[in-house]
């Protein structure tokens, strides 16, 4: 029996890279982070940054060749996914674990109709015969809001909206009832109105079954709204991880700073948006010190030397920045002396 008490997903040291003709890129270079039943987790970070391929790498989807797992640890309920065989993954593919992909019309079957596509993952985790898992297969389209579901069920993609089509994908990750949901950019392609609808869906859908989510985006605003702690992923680091109201009162990392100052503020006069000046580096170039460093306003020569820790501060925030260390304090004081 698990431990209800202790994370139901727990990810160490996980490294993923992709091996191609420019060489490998270490689109996630060594990640700590974890999840409870009934928490949400924010990973946030701009594109390129390996929040996606950590979600692709929980459930073991990433493409090989070129993509392959090199180190570390996804623990499920204390089982490692890293070392399951394929039957074994695929008993917790969209019934323990569920995802909802960023786009639907690639993720969902042109060709079937959507009932059926939902009615399919019961059948296959749930053992349910056919007419319940049809019957079920409505009633998740029912109450992900879809209105007229037992026609919509009988309805190919094509011919669904953009709102729709993302509703029945949540209804399909949803359908057995999963401990863990990774929603990657849910709502990117959506109208406002209809983001605010689906996020709101997710939230009361996980009172209801007490799931865990990982919600991926590079909206702060979905963060906010949404999570109760935040990872946030600089060129395959996470390089700061804090309550979300601790991150946006108080935030540590400079790239934090820069991407909280970048936001626009509804009562200020702005005359232009903050910017990060520099570019990310390369995932097949890094730098052996803080990836961030070229951009940084507080660089220093022991930023270029070493990248530092994920430290773990008084107040409980991690943070990856040698400000934050005592080698920075010496740092000081040398300069003081000077």
Known sequence: MYDSDKPVLEVKGLKTHLTTKNGVSKAV??????????ETLGIVGESGCGKSMTSLSILRLIPSPPGKIVDGSILFKGKNIVEMSEDQLRKIRGN??????????????????????????????????????WQ???????????????KRAKQEPFQLSGGMRQRVMIAMALACRPEVLIADEPTTALDVTIQAQILELIKKLQAKIGMGVIMITHDLGVVAETCDKVAVMYAGN?????????????????????????????YEDQ?????????????YHLPEGCRFASR???????????????IE??????????????????????????
Request: negative net charge; hydrophobic residues 35%; charged residues 25%.
């Open 29 to 38: 270079d060594g990640i700590d982070f974890s999840l409870h039943k009934g």
């Open 96 to 133: 323990e674990i569920s995802m909802i992909f960023q786009e639907p019309m690639t993720s969902l079957n042109p060709v079937i109709p959507v009932g059926e596509q939902i009615a399919e993952a019961l059948r296959l985790h749930q053992k349910l015969g056919k007419k319940d898992a």
């Open 136 to 150: 079920n297969s409505i009633e998740m389209l029912k109450l992900v809001g879809i209105p007229s579901p037992e």
């Open 238 to 266: 996470i390089v700061e991880h804090a309550p979300t109201e601790q991150l946006f009162s108080d935030p540590k990392h400079p790239y934090t700073k820069g991407l909280l100052n970048s936001l626009p503020r509804i």
């Open 271 to 283: 005359d232009e948006l903050a910017t990060i000046e520099g570019n990310v580096p390369s995932p």
């Open 296 to 310: 940084c306003a507080h660089r220093e020569a022991i930023c270029d030397r070493k990248l530092p820790e994920l």
């Open 313 to 338: 501060q008084s107040d409980g925030v991690k943070v990856r920045c040698w400000m934050y260390t005592d080698q920075w304090a010496l740092h000081e004081e040398k300069e003081e002396v000077l």
